[in-house]
């Protein structure tokens, strides 16, 4: 597939396909279209080139409907972004109102004490803090059972202890996963395979995390890693630094 903005290319010749229950990571830089990927893998864009199909069938503007936005949970990085209900609970029941799911209140309840919201769900979600914003997107998401989770440098706002917990988390759950991070811990910690993206949207590697870890000329190459010089008390010496979140 590809995808551009106007006149700017972000998705280049893209073809890969992802088996349920896969755990992926989305490997690369910021401005390599990450993000605008996952928008496309969630139906919210459309290709402007190739074509994409989910539960083997051709995603298009007919085929776009409520059944499969159940089926397919998306979190941007940024979770003001998608917060807009007076409450917590209200937050997390929405997506099951709009899909018509029955016994609300027993849904929204499990789920919060699973995420330990349970304290939180009276308040008003634009108050919480930032890792508490991403795990009460999060329940919204996960409490209608998506096929399909899309998750967008999820570990940006919160704290380690929290980024623990979502790791945790994420080794967990059987819904097959595309997670977008330039953060090698992470994505090593919860995905066995890996998508690596060059700036310009161009696909550098698809297979196995354990050998690109390896592979530093890649790394470099996809701005993941990157090498300066630096002191250790009287001695001064270069070597590779992760770009983490």
């Known amino acids: 597939m590809a995808f551009a903005y106007e006149e700017r290319q972000v998705i280049e010749s893209l073809s890969f396909g992802i088996e349920p ?5 989305l490997l690369g830089c910021n401005g ?3 993000s605008t990927l996952l928008r496309l893998l969630a139906g919210l ?11 083997n069938k ?14 397919i949970g998306i979190l941007f990085q940024n979770p003001e972004s998608m917060l807009f209900n007076p409450t917590v609970f209200d937050e997390i029941a929405f997506s099951l109102r709009e ?4 016994d609300i209140e027993r849904r929204v309840e499990e789920i919060a004490e699973q995420f330990g919201l349970e304290e939180l769900l ?6 919480l803090s930032g890792g508490e914003k991403q795990k009460v997107m999060l329940a919204a998401i996960l409490v209608y059972g998506p096929d399909l989770l899309l998750l967008d440098e999820p570990t940006a706002a919160m704290d380690p202890a929290t980024t623990g917990w979502f ?13 977008a991070t330039h953060d090698l811990s992470v994505a090593y910690e919860t995905c066995e395979r890996a998508l690596v993206l060059a700036p310009g949207g161009q696909l550098l590697y698809d297979g196995p ?6 592979d530093y000329d890649l790394l470099v190459k996809a701005n993941l890693i990157h090498k300066h010089r630096h002191r250790h008390k009287r001695f001064i010496h270069s070597h590779y630094h992760l770009h983490e979140g």
């Open 99 to 102: 899909f018509g799911y029955d």
């Open 209 to 214: 995390m354990e050998p690109l870890l390896k």
């Open 122 to 127: 009276g308040l008003n979600p634009l108050k």
């Open 32 to 34: 390599s279209g990450k």
């Open 45 to 55: 864009y459309l290709p402007k080139g190739g074509r994409y199909f989910f539960q």
């Open 58 to 71: 051709k995603m298009d503007k007919k085929r776009i409907d409520a059944s499969i936005r159940s089926q």
């Open 21 to 25: 229950g896969e755990k992926v990571a």
């Open 167 to 179: 790791i945790d988390q994420l080794l967990e759950w059987q819904t097959t996963l595309v997670l």
